[in-house]
């Protein structure tokens, strides 16, 4: 079964907060370096994406976990592992092998699961924004000023993207889109690809509202998001991060109302409390998230920033009596 056929017998989930669960395990320098890396000359505390070189078990146990509670799409862990954001740690000469390594074990996981229970499970892999933006200048007193052009993205995630289909993942997950130029330049360097190898992977779109104003970074509404990348030949358009599921609501209403594809949407576990953390319980979103799809707006749920497996699991639950979004026929 491939996941469109999926998408058209119910609600898929998609698995939970990868960064929240590796911050459990209270990893040190020394952890994140492992043996390879023991002599690297920078600090690589924080390079999530790294682990799958240096703590392969760790990450391959999350995938598990968050399979385990209802997950039918895990993420690679690669939310980071493109060349320009691998700069900060001096590692952008590692991008193909850390996206490589990171479907691989995302497959031993699947694996591992469909031992014991067989139903069809995706690997997207993970493409995130990285810490530049086309749209925006860095320096207010220079508004002109752009620190990377979309011929510099175009490459960037076009090495990423290549490196993901290489390894076998069953979509790409273009997240977090706070730019929809950034976004944009994905969606060109896959398109690209995806006619140089005369292959139809599927790609899902993800973007962030960043307030309460209801609008990306770079400026726009949902709808014109959506409208934007409308034209990308994609399997979903939807939301992640930045907000919770109470604030999130409009937004996913609205983009079921203007969306010809299948919405997605997996918020925060709330908004961060004054230590950082997450509140809100899996038995909340899970309510508020079973409302949405008891209105008909969604095809893909789950949890951005905070989310655990139980949140998965409570999500999952929710959602196996009700019916997915119909997509509507362009008139």
Not at 101 to 126: S, T, Y
Not at 127 to 152: A, H, M, Q, Y
Not at 214 to 229: C, D, H, K, P, V
Request: charge should be negative.
């Amino acid at each position: 079964m491939d996941v469109n056929e999926a998408l058209e017998k119910r609600i898929l989930i998609i698995d939970g907060a990868m960064g929240t669960m590796i911050q459990k395990h209270k990893l040190n320098e020394e952890d994140y370096r492992g043996e390879r890396f023991k002599n690297f000359s920078h600090s690589l505390k924080g390079n999530n994406d790294l682990l799958v070189l240096t703590q392969a078990h760790i990450i391959e146990q999350i995938h598990v976990d968050f399979l385990e509670a209802g997950a039918d799409i895990i993420e690679t862990n690669t939310f980071n592992a493109n060349s320009i954001s691998m700069l900060d740690y001096h590692m952008s000469d590692l991008v193909v092998e850390l996206n490589t390594q990171a479907v691989e074990v995302a497959k031993k996981a699947r694996n591992r699961f469909q031992q014991l229970d067989d139903r069809p499970i995706f690997i997207a892999g993970a493409i995130g924004p990285t810490n530049k933006t086309t749209s925006l200048s860095p320096d207010v007193n220079n508004p002109g000023f752009r620190e990377v052009s979309f011929d510099d993205l175009v490459e960037c995630y076009g090495q990423q993207a290549r490196a993901l289909i290489d390894a076998g993942a069953d979509l790409l997950l273009v997240e977090t889109v706070f730019d929809t130029l950034n976004c944009k330049a994905a969606l060109f360097a896959i398109n690209t690809i995806k006619d140089e190898l005369k292959i139809d992977i599927p790609v899902m779109v993800s973007g962030t509202i960043t307030d309460a104003s209801g609008r990306t970074l770079s400026g726009q509404t949902t709808e014109a998001f959506y409208n934007s990348i409308s034209h990308g030949d994609l399997l979903s358009v939807g939301l992640n991060c930045a907000l919770g599921v109470e604030q999130m609501r409009q937004y996913v209403e609205e983009l079921s109302r203007v969306s010809l594809v299948n919405v997605s949407c997996y918020p925060n576990a709330g908004l961060p409390n004054e230590f950082g953390e997450y509140d809100d319980t899996p038995e909340h979103m899970s309510e508020v998230m079973a409302d949405w799809a008891k209105q008909g707006w969604v095809n893909i749920v789950g949890g951005c920033c905070g989310t655990t497996p139980e949140h998965i699991r409570a999500i999952a639950d929710k959602m196996k009596q009700i019916s997915p979004r119909v997509i509507p026929v362009e008139a």
